[in-house]
């Protein structure tokens, strides 16, 4: 079972940062991290649509510039906003990155900076929209990302988006579910597991990965 360092383990270290993803490449080779365009139209790594909550500061970072990012301390980690060429310059050899594209107009960008950095990626994505113009630009590889609702419903929407994975709430992976998404073609990555003994439950009923914020949840 596959261990998804969300956000580059983000109990552990500070979330979607250069620091994060040298840090937690010591622990897996599969990283996530959620992205956005700055007002100065480069794509940077960073979840919310704000940067409130992670520097303390205030403003939406699609009306901040790149360098004015840059110049934030990201929980206290004594470095900004990083672009997304800069975590792909950070991300070592062999480490996969899974990319939550936060918003629309991002994938060919995205896709393009990957494919010269040579780093392999998985586009997820809560929207439809985003998932299709993913596969447009060229994405081979897309996980649908499941909060709730109608499972089988879930199911057909990663299969019609021609998805590879897809991504349900831990909570949903019960057997019935796992069993079936495997008979559509798809891997199954929960998120975000919360402890070791879920981790270990998950495994048991078949989940192909599991999306955690601290490497001890995946590790012995």
Not at 41 to 48: G, M, P, W
Request: aromatic share 4%.
């Amino acid at each position: 079972m596959r261990c998804i360092a969300h956000r580059g383990f983000a109990e552990t270290y500070p979330e979607n940062t250069v620091e994060a993803i040298r840090s937690a490449a010591d622990h897996t080779d599969v990283i996530e991290i959620d992205v956005r365009r700055s007002g100065s139209d480069d794509l940077v790594v960073i979840h919310d649509e704000t940067v409130d909550r992670v520097t303390g500061y205030s403003g939406r970072v699609g009306d901040l510039s790149t360098d004015e990012l840059a110049a934030l301390d990201v929980l206290d980690a004594g470095e900004g906003v990083p672009t997304f060429a800069s975590v792909l310059d950070a991300t070592p050899d062999g480490v996969e990155l899974v990319l939550d594209l936060k918003e629309g107009g991002l994938a060919a960008d995205a896709l393009a900076q990957a494919r010269d950095a040579g780093v392999e990626i998985l586009v997820s994505s809560f929207s439809v929209d985003i998932l299709d113009e993913a596969s447009d630009a060229g994405a081979d590889r897309l996980a649908y990302l499941a909060a709730e609702g109608d499972e089988q419903g879930m199911l057909n929407v990663a299969r019609d988006l021609g998805c590879t994975a897809i991504h349900p709430h831990w909570q949903l992976c019960v057997d019935e579910f796992v069993d079936r998404a495997h008979d559509a073609g798809l891997d199954v990555h929960a998120w975000t597991v919360p402890s070791r003994h879920d981790a270990e439950a998950l495994s048991n009923v078949g989940v192909d990965g599991v999306i955690v914020d601290r490497p001890a949840v995946c590790e012995e």
